[in-house]
């Protein structure tokens, strides 16, 4: 086995290595130096593109159609999108891998997943008349260049709404890049654009001339931390200066006279210059060292340093990690380093291994930790394991060691292993994978359709399985020729029992391929109704989604679901459907009485329900605005229920209805009253209080309304309106149907005791103590004390001395006397 550090390069003080993942990366026939090469980050997958500069070497007619094609990192052929909106000028991705398509008009296409469908939008502010120049690209959002100096920034891909710049100074926009806005104190995205001399910082509020006078600058580029700036001049010098341009920090001379290809950020700590088949690595303080390669060379950045792809090999570029340095430097006295030389002599039997174990033992847990560190950042299964080794030999003399971070760095090793696997090709370091997280590593194998890898990692890290058995499904609809029959069986035979399936995503993907059979099967097996109502009105089985939604119990799902069938349906054939379902009809009926009585009414007609439909008609009547039409529709319920005995005293009271209404008609005209709306006995009480006595007779008589009841309503009528007279008349009549102590009640309620009075003598079926309480009601206790005295009660007399006053006490003590002397 070679050494770990055989690929390490001394720049300066600091040590990089140039770690070769693959090999035989494309066929040699694809020449890669005529297409743009872009890579996700997080070492995700690659996009290729012919610009549209290159010249097309003669194959076929098929070779010279433009397309966008997506590898693996290894050269695995993922995806090819035929490309037929114009020219293509810029082609990036998103830190989920989203990769994105810009065309010289700003129309801008979003592939997510690695798939062939796309959700397109414009960039607008006046790209399709000047046209888009280039884009910058940041792990959510881009930046385009508009042929008017214009910037137009969008910041989000789920909502993309492009806004405007500041307006940018004019001139040849030699280099530009973008700042992120997570490393901006606007927390907004900055530009800087080198013009003429200087380079401009554009952000949405303003554009500032940093005032460089060393221009044009042929490069720019921002570090992944964004606190650094990196510029190629014109004379072949790279300076490299903080963010805020305060502070130059190294100036390289290339000595090249061709300006490079291209300039990327190794990381945060070195520069990488790349022309066609050399590149130059600058180190801090402008050390720098060379390769060469035989093929034309493309740079792919990323967080923690830079991937290098030709058509032979991907490597990757990067400062050798500070627990990798501490371990196998040259010479290196460290805990880390001796406890693994420990490991080399163990193997060999070697007594020394204990020597070492000693020597570092008060920082053995120290250079465990180192170990576990280290093997986390090497590619090779060698080292990983020898590092490992040592860790282990170390916790195992420990008293005490906490093996947390020791089981989960070799649970992540099993992972990195298993994705930089050529077939895979995912070659991610340790800081890229904790930076990505399991759960997003696992989507992009399944965006690769890698499931069954997908799963043993869910499964290994104990995460979520579910999304992976419904992309597996959604795949299987879209890609599957078997019958649908078949593919039915087999998706459910996989997915059923899995917790959090969702059988509607699955449904939906069968439904957009126009596999609507297949869909409604699918759909048999989601149990959320929420889920299965609207995509099966989708496929048309509008039957099976009501009752579906009815068996939810959700009175609004049902709702939605009669709502569509009422738009897309005959009223016949929609009646039809609800009336062998109780809780349609009901719901039907609960929202037409306030919205469409006429619904309402159709309904009741068309199930022959006369009485309902009476009630309705009887409903609109009462708040007709006028009389005629409140009589049509009286007159309208009274017909619906005629033709049935079991209605007619229904119908008789819709008849009398339509004569009330014309009495008040007629009493209306004569005496400018209002009367419309009344009851009958409301209607005589205003005639009473009106004087037309005679009009309420008539009412009485033509209504066969009982004498009890006129008698109580002409009483409350006269006192209401205080016609005390008429209440006298009323009561020198020789009997009333309803007594005489309504009367007293009535009367005394209206504050008029003197009359109330004279109504007590005619409660002659009331007892001696009632009347004695309606005297004292009046005030008149000496009335009372005499209906005591004539019912000889001692007891009342005495009780009512008790509550009167000086004058009426003696008056009730001579009837006291003349009680006693009586007896």
């Not at 995460?463 to 499904?473: F, G, N, R």
């Not at 959090?500 to 609507?516: L, W």
């Not at 008609?617 to 005629?628: F, G, H, M, R, V």
Request: charged share 30%.
């Amino acid at each position: 086995m070679s050494k770990a550090t055989a690929d390490w390069e001394r720049v300066g003080d600091r040590f990089y290595r140039t770690t070769q993942i693959y090999t035989s990366v494309f066929d040699p026939d694809l020449e890669l130096e005529n297409y743009v090469v872009t890579g996700a980050p997080y070492s995700g997958a690659v996009a290729l593109y012919r610009g549209e500069d290159k010249i097309y070497s003669y194959r076929s007619s098929q070779a010279v159609k433009p397309s966008v094609d997506i590898y693996s990192c290894a050269g695995k052929f993922i995806r090819q999108i035929p490309w037929d909106r114009g020219t293509i000028k810029a082609v990036g991705w998103s830190e989920d891998e989203r990769l994105l398509v810009v065309t010289d008009d700003g129309t801008v296409r979003s592939y997510a997943d690695l798939q062939g469908d796309f959700s397109p939008f414009t960039i607008g502010h006046g790209a399709e008349e000047h046209g888009v120049l280039s884009c910058k690209f940041w792990a959510n959002g881009f930046v385009a260049l508009l042929g008017n100096n214009t910037l137009v920034a969008v910041s989000r891909y789920d909502e993309p709404r492009p806004r405007l710049l500041a307006s940018a100074p004019p001139g040849e926009v030699v280099a530009w890049t973008v700042i992120p806005p997570e490393h901006t104190s606007s927390r907004s995205v900055e530009v800087l654009l080198a013009i003429g001399k200087t380079v401009y910082v554009v952000d949405a509020a303003e554009c500032e001339d940093r005032g460089l006078e060393a221009g044009p600058f042929r490069h720019v580029s921002i570090s992944p931390n964004g606190k650094f700036i990196a510029l190629y001049t014109d004379d072949g010098k790279v300076w490299v200066i903080s963010s805020d341009f305060q502070e130059r920090f190294s100036e390289y001379e290339s000595k090249v006279k061709t300006p490079p290809k291209d300039l990327q950020w190794c990381g945060n700590n070195a520069v990488v210059m790349a022309w066609e088949d050399e590149i130059h690595l600058i180190g801090p303080n402008g050390a720098a060292s060379k390769f060469y390669y035989d093929s034309f060379v493309h740079l792919l950045p990323d967080i923690d340093g830079i991937r290098i792809v030709t058509g032979e090999v991907c490597e990757f570029l990067q400062k050798v990690p500070d627990p990798t340095e501490e371990v196998f430097r040259l010479g290196s006295t460290a805990p880390a380093s001796i406890l693994l030389d420990a490991i080399d002599q163990l193997e060999k039997k070697s007594p020394k291994a204990d020597d070492n174990i000693q020597l570092i033992r008060p920082n053995l847990d120290e250079a465990v930790d180192m170990c576990v560190r280290a093997a986390g950042q090497e590619y090779s299964i060698h080292w990983q394991k020898q590092l490992l080794k040592a860790a282990s030999f170390g916790k195992s003399v420990l008293d005490l060691y906490n093996s947390d971070d020791f089981v989960d760095m070799t649970e992540t090793l099993r992972v990195l292993n298993a994705v930089r696997f050529y077939e895979i090709g995912l070659p991610l370091s340790y800081e890229q994978y904790i930076r990505l997280t399991p759960e997003r590593l696992v989507q992009r194998l399944v965006n690769r359709q890698e499931y069954l890898l997908a799963l043993k990692i869910s499964e290994y890290l104990h995460l979520p399985v579910d999304k992976i058995y419904v992309h597996w499904a959604r795949q299987k609809v879209r890609s599957s020729s078997t019958d649908e029959d078949s593919i039915c069986e087999e998706i459910v035979r996989k997915l059923r029992g899995k917790r959090g399936i969702s059988f509607e995503e699955v449904a939906q993907a069968a439904y957009d391929e126009g596999r609507g059979k297949l869909a409604t099967e699918l759909l048999e097996y989601e149990p959320r109704a929420g889920k299965q109502v609207p995509l099966l009105l989708s496929v048309g089985e509008e039957s099976i989604a009501l009752d579906k939604a009815i068996e939810s119990g959700d009175t609004d799902l049902v709702f939605y679901v009669l709502l569509h069938l009422k738009k897309k349906i005959s009223l016949s054939s929609f009646f039809r459907t609800i009336n062998s379902r109780p809780v349609a009809t009901a719901i039907v009926e609960s929202s037409a009485i306030d919205q469409d009585l006429e619904l309402l009414k159709d309904l009741y007609y068309q199930d022959d329900r006369r009485l309902e439909g009476s009630n309705l008609l009887l409903y609109e009547a009462l708040s007709a605005p006028d009389i005629t039409p409140a009589t049509d529709k009286l007159k309208m319920a009274a017909k619906l229920l005629r033709d049935s005995k079991e209605y007619a005293p229904q119908v008789s009271a819709l008849e009398d209805a339509q004569k009330l209404l014309r009495f008040q008609e007629a009493f209306e005209k004569d005496l400018t009253e209002r009367f419309v709306g009344l009851s009958v006995n409301e209607t005589m009480s205003k005639l009473i209080k009106t004087g037309k006595i005679k009009r309420a007779a008539k009412v009485q008589t033509e209504f066969k309304v009982p004498d009890k009841t006129y008698w109580w309503v002409r009483l409350r009528a006269l006192v209401s309106s205080r016609e005390w007279r008429e209440v006298e008349e009323l009561g020198k009549a020789r009997k009333s149907p309803i007594g005489w102590e309504p009367f007293f009640n009535e009367i005394l309620g209206a504050g008029n005791t003197k009359l109330a009075s004279t109504f007590i003598p005619k409660c002659t079926s009331l007892t001696v103590a009632e009347r004695i309480e309606m005297w004292v009601k009046c005030g008149m206790v000496a009335k009372a004390g005499e209906e005591a005295l004539k019912a000889k009660d001692k007891s009342a007399l005495e009780e009512l001395r008790a509550q009167a006053s000086a004058g009426q006490q003696l008056e009730l003590d001579r009837m006291i006397a003349q009680l006693q002397k009586g007896r």
